[in-house]
């Protein structure tokens, strides 16, 4: 659930503050989003982006101080963006980036069912997602392979992998791009033996088309298939 993954506390601003106190509270938090709040409800976004939009068809004719005194000025409810795309606080991860790619956005406030803000997720809360659910950081081996789409055909794999002593971090499949009556399965192993991997490889290669092997420990990658 997004819920486990998004960034708290929220760092907020009201409509009624200047555009330099938003400039100000982003540069001091590291971020990139502010929810906008009139008493406590959510009434709009601004972005970094949307601060140098706002700003940068003055800052060619006015002097620093003038530009300064200017977005003193500015309040955020001029400049942020009302139409805001907000996430349910139990949608999954997978839906969370559904929304970002079709809206094109990189970070949305996270709401409960009564609209008030929990939390904040970014593209790059989803990214540590990937990170976590894959084990990449075990710095394991990832295997490739090309499956036919029926039952028990990837434990056919697994029961070969755990016989030569590895470990499985995680599992993951993919049908687009790939024939039909077939799937792609992605295999994340750990505490593999270097020095038996050839004979897991070799194992592998009679029961399964391998596409690709990459040692993330050692740097080395091998492709089997084009």
Do not use: C
């Given at each position: 659930?997004?819920?486990?993954?998004?960034?708290?506390?929220?760092?907020?601003i009201e409509e009624d503050e200047s555009m330099q106190e938003a400039i100000k509270r982003l540069k001091e938090h590291n971020i990139r989003i502010l929810p906008v709040l009139k008493k406590g409800k959510l009434t709009g976004i601004i972005t970094d982006r949307d601060l140098?939009?706002?700003?940068?068809?003055?800052?060619?004719?006015?002097?620093?101080?003038?530009?300064?005194?200017?977005?003193?000025?500015?309040?955020?409810?001029?400049?942020?963006?009302?139409?805001?795309?907000?996430?349910?606080?139990?949608?999954?991860?997978?839906?969370?980036?559904?929304?970002?790619?079709?809206?094109?956005?990189?970070?949305?406030?996270?709401?409960?069912?009564?609209?008030?803000?929990?939390?904040?997720?970014?593209?790059?809360?989803?990214?540590?997602?990937?990170?976590?659910?894959?084990?990449?950081?075990?710095?394991?081996?990832?295997?490739?392979?090309?499956?036919?789409?029926?039952?028990?055909?990837?434990?056919?794999?697994?029961?070969?992998?755990?016989?030569?002593?590895?470990?499985?971090?995680?599992?993951?499949?993919?049908?687009?791009?790939?024939?039909?009556?077939?799937?792609?399965?992605?295999?994340?192993?750990?505490?593999?033996?270097?020095?038996?991997?050839?004979?897991?490889?070799?194992?592998?290669?009679?029961?399964?088309?391998?596409?690709?092997?990459?040692?993330?420990?050692?740097?080395?990658?091998?492709?089997?298939?084009?």
């Amino acid at each position: 659930m997004v819920k486990n993954w998004m960034k708290t506390p929220v760092i907020t601003i009201e409509e009624d503050e200047s555009m330099q106190e938003a400039i100000k509270r982003l540069k001091e938090h590291n971020i990139r989003i502010l929810p906008v709040l009139k008493k406590g409800k959510l009434t709009g976004i601004i972005t970094d982006r949307d601060l140098k939009r706002a700003s940068a068809s003055d800052a060619t004719t006015l002097d620093v101080h003038e530009l300064i005194y200017l977005i003193s000025k500015i309040k955020v409810k001029q400049i942020m963006n009302r139409d805001v795309i907000a996430i349910p606080f139990d949608y999954t991860v997978e839906e969370t980036a559904e929304v970002f790619l079709k809206n094109k956005i990189s970070g949305a406030p996270v709401l409960d069912k009564e609209g008030k803000i929990l939390g904040i997720i970014t593209e790059s809360d989803l990214f540590r997602v990937i990170i976590s659910l894959t084990g990449i950081e075990k710095r394991g081996i990832q295997l490739a392979f090309q499956l036919e789409d029926q039952p028990g055909s990837i434990k056919e794999v697994t029961d070969i992998i755990r016989e030569h002593g590895a470990r499985m971090v995680s599992i993951l499949t993919k049908y687009e791009g790939v024939p039909e009556g077939y799937r792609n399965v992605y295999i994340r192993l750990y505490q593999v033996n270097r020095e038996g991997l050839p004979e897991l490889i070799a194992a592998l290669k009679q029961k399964a088309t391998l596409l690709y092997m990459v040692d993330h420990r050692e740097d080395k990658r091998e492709l089997y298939q084009n």
